[in-house]
């Protein structure tokens, strides 16, 4: 009402300045009419408010529209003469508003976008930052060989919780891990004596002669049985050794020389198996690590193509830059990828060795962080390391 | 020749006391730390076989002890714990050789005969039995001053046959000893029958005074004609 009554206020005020303004019948381009009428009418009239339609012409219509107004009619008296005043005010411009609601709500919209991304990018993103974290370092643990455990760096209980959680099921598995260990290690040192002691006393026996042929044929028996044992026993101390890294004597090694020392102490087993090796240098290899584990990965190798082999088979030795490629001549299909470097996995023609052989080569690659694969190519089997 | 064993499994002890006596050694045996560093104290040995781990104290500290004697240059140890460590610290306390258990006599007798050997005086390093002559620096073999040509696993065979003259080398041990301590060592027994072979012509031909006999088809045993 306070508008209202400002308006028709400032109408007065204007009149008294300009007469004018008494003149204007019809709304036109303002937002009030005047009539004059008579001192009866005009004492019978009330103020009276009213919500009518009416044709106006905004400057941003093209043509008059039909809009919503208020409109208040009302007289008073000017110098002995009576008018009837109407004034009108437009309540919304329907259309107008749909556009500019529709704007609106896009805007609104497009802003409610933004800051959906911006809290998921920002706000979320920081929130969640300590679980991705913890998340990126269980994917990088590895038992046995990482040191620290993966930290939640936040005080949200859900992560420090979750921290808690893992850390004991870690702690578990490690204890597990190392009691295992330590096992085999025991366990297989424990055998040592034992095994000497039988080894020794049957050896005796067989000194001591006056033996019937089926008798000694028994005792030899017995005896390759805890040969293979003996070497079994022995593959298993050195593979707790290394994975227990109590080899760590790292010097500068030429695999050159370590591969040309190896061919040498096997050339007379190969020509007896009627295998040639052939070393082909395309450069010189110089690695850093433990001496006789470079031998043993070498040796191994080698000894692992030449017994795998055919009568009047090949070897080949191929040194690179950063490899060394060992390939050989053998039975005409791939062996098991996947099994060929697991513990005790053989070849089904051969049953013989231990099956630790390239475990073991495979256990020395893994200590100084190495790569080794094996593949079938060309009817030869290729076994490659990767020092870089 | 006098040795000393100091080993604490009193069957592994026995055996190899049943075993150097066919070498006609004078054997002592001390079973802890305490009798055996009283007998080191007290008297002179020509080898002295060492366990490491002993019932009250190491055999290192009786290395030390031998060492400190000036005394340690004819210890050859013998543990089950193949530790590059120990390896290393019985080396440069002065042990001669090292040796893990379990071992084959074969390779223990060789051991002890190397040791005997160098602690020699005359400084000869020579095998000679008979007629034949087989010269461990030269790497030569002569059979009545004439020269036979061996290859490098012959030689390391005959050399090993003769350590263990008139004594069983079964063929895993003679297996061991050409080839290294190695773990896949399966199925070249073949080889080592082929090498034996051709050893045996050798001697044969050049008439030796020695031959190599099969025991039972588990071993092989050099004798003198």
């Known amino acids: ?388 | 020749m006098k040795i000393l064993i100091v080993e604490d499994e009193k069957d592994l002890r026995e055996t190899i006391v049943a075993s150097l006596k066919k070498e006609h050694f004078v054997i002592e045996t001390a079973s802890d730390y305490l009798s055996a560093s009283e007998k080191i104290e007290v008297y002179n040995y020509d080898c002295i076989l060492l366990d490491i781990m002993l019932p009250n104290g190491s055999g290192l500290e009786l290395l030390e002890q031998l060492k400190n004697q000036g005394k340690s240059g004819n210890v050859i140890i013998i543990s089950a714990k193949d530790s590059l460590d120990d390896k290393l610290k019985g080396l440069e306390l002065g042990a001669d050789d090292y040796l893990t258990k379990p071992f084959h006599i074969a390779e223990l007798n060789a051991r002890i005969k190397a040791v005997l050997r160098r602690n020699k005086l005359d400084g000869k390093n020579t095998i000679e039995i008979a007629n034949i002559v087989l010269d461990l620096t030269e790497r030569t073999f002569t059979v009545n001053k004439e020269n036979v040509p061996l290859n490098r696993k012959e030689f390391d065979i005959l050399n090993y046959f003769l350590l263990n003259k008139n004594r069983l080398v079964t063929k895993n041990a003679l297996a061991e000893h050409v080839w290294g301590d190695n773990i896949d060592q399966a199925d070249n027994f073949d080889f080592i029958y082929y090498q034996i072979k051709n050893l045996r012509k050798k001697l044969q031909s050049a008439d030796a005074g020695v031959e190599i006999e099969a025991i039972y088809g588990i071993g092989y045993k050099l004798t003198e004609k």
């Open chain 1, 1 to 388: 009402m306070k508008d209202w009554t400002t308006t028709s206020d400032k109408l007065f005020t204007r009149h008294k300045k300009d007469t004018s303004v008494l003149e204007k019948r019809a709304f036109d381009e303002g937002f009030f009419a005047i009539h004059e009428i008579s001192q009866s009418q005009a004492l019978a009239v009330k103020d009276k408010y009213l919500d009518t339609l009416m044709y106006m012409q905004d400057a941003d219509d093209e043509s008059p529209e039909l809009e919503p107004v208020r409109l208040l009619t009302t007289a008073f008296e000017n110098k002995g003469h009576y008018y009837e005043l109407k004034i009108i005010n437009s309540m919304v411009e329907e259309d107008d508003l749909v556009g500019e609601l529709l704007r609106e709500a896009i805007g609104l919209y497009l802003l409610l976008i933004t800051v959906v991304i911006l809290i998921n990018n920002f706000v979320l993103q920081r929130l969640w930052q300590p679980f991705y974290s913890f998340l990126n370092q269980l994917k990088n643990y590895r038992i046995g060989s990482s040191k620290n455990f993966p930290e939640v760096s936040t005080k949200t209980k859900e992560f420090t919780d979750l921290q808690k959680a893992v850390t004991i099921l870690l702690q578990q598995n490690i204890e597990t891990y190392e009691q295992q260990k330590q096992f085999i290690g025991n366990a297989s040192h424990e055998l040592q004596t034992p095994l000497a002691i039988t080894t020794n006393k049957l050896e005796l026996l067989i000194e001591k002669g006056n033996l019937q042929p089926d008798q000694a044929e028994n005792i030899a028996e017995v005896m390759s049985l805890i040969d293979r044992m003996v070497r079994l026993n022995k593959s298993l101390l050195l593979l707790t050794k290394i994975e227990n890294k109590q080899f760590l004597d790292n010097r500068t090694i030429s695999l050159n020389e370590l591969v040309k020392q190896s061919v040498n102490d096997l050339e007379e087993i190969a020509e007896f198996k009627n295998v040639k090796i052939n070393v082909f240098e395309s450069a010189e290899l110089t690695i850093q690590m433990d001496v006789s584990l470079a031998n043993i990965i070498v040796s191994n190798l080698l000894r692992n193509a030449i017994f795998h082999n055919v009568s009047n088979g090949n070897v080949n030795v191929n040194i690179l830059e950063d490899a060394i490629h060992v390939s050989n001549t053998g039975i005409e299909s791939p062996l098991n990828a996947e099994k060929v470097f697991s513990r005790f996995y053989k070849s089904e023609s051969d049953q013989s060795g231990t099956g630790l052989g390239l475990t073991i080569v495979k256990a020395i690659c893994e200590l100084y962080g190495f790569s080794i694969s094996y593949r079938f190519e060309n009817s030869l089997h290729w076994f490659t390391i990767r020092f870089r």
